[in-house]
């Protein structure tokens, strides 16, 4: 009887032992593509609710609309093995016209962001909404190669596997394309 138990038994723990790693997660669900999280030459502010962080970023380049980005995200929850939210911060402010490179401290992970445009530089200062959870997320970071090769090109970046997240961003400036 036992080992009848174990035949019928080892495969379904096969199986949902397989499924316990990576998650593939499809085309996340943007909402309407006319719902952006701003309208161009606006600021926005773009939080995703408690326990959840950015899991996909959309945006698209208009010259046109004073070389500006529409925006748009998705959010998910984090995942379990995470634990929950310990604390939610603001991070200093990334200003518009400079170069910058900026990760959530306190080994926080990126739920929300926070954005300006300055007419006069044409570009936007941006903050991240940053969350830390009681459990710690491996460090194991490394920028993505998913990001435009040009100023103009469109974003479309998800993060395809669960328990992978972002943690941070970094931009270039150009005076010259503005």
Not at 75 to 95: D, F, H, K, V, Y
Not at 115 to 130: G, I, T
Not at 140 to 153: A, D, I, N, R, V
């Amino acid at each position: 009887m036992d080992l009848v138990l174990l035949c019928v038994f080892l495969p379904l723990v096969t199986v949902a032992w397989g499924q316990y790693g990576d998650y593939y997660y499809g085309p996340y669900n943007y909402g309407d593509n006319d719902e952006w999280a701003n309208v161009y030459r606006q600021g926005f502010n773009f939080q995703c609710p408690h326990g959840q962080v950015i899991v996909a970023i959309r945006s698209i380049f208009s010259k046109k609309e004073g070389s500006d980005r529409l925006w748009n995200y998705a959010c998910m929850p984090a995942a379990q093995s995470l634990g929950e939210p310990t604390e939610c911060w603001w991070e200093e402010i990334n200003r518009a016209g400079t170069e910058w490179y900026q990760t959530c401290s306190n080994n926080g992970l990126v739920a929300g962001f926070q954005s300006q445009y300055f007419p006069s530089v044409l570009d936007r200062e941006w903050q991240f909404y940053c969350c830390r959870y009681s459990r710690r997320c491996p460090y194991s970071c490394w920028l993505t190669t998913e990001y435009p090769g040009h100023y103009g090109e469109d974003i479309d970046m998800m993060m395809y596997t669960y328990d992978h997240y972002i943690r941070g961003a970094t931009t270039t400036f150009s005076a010259v394309d503005r």
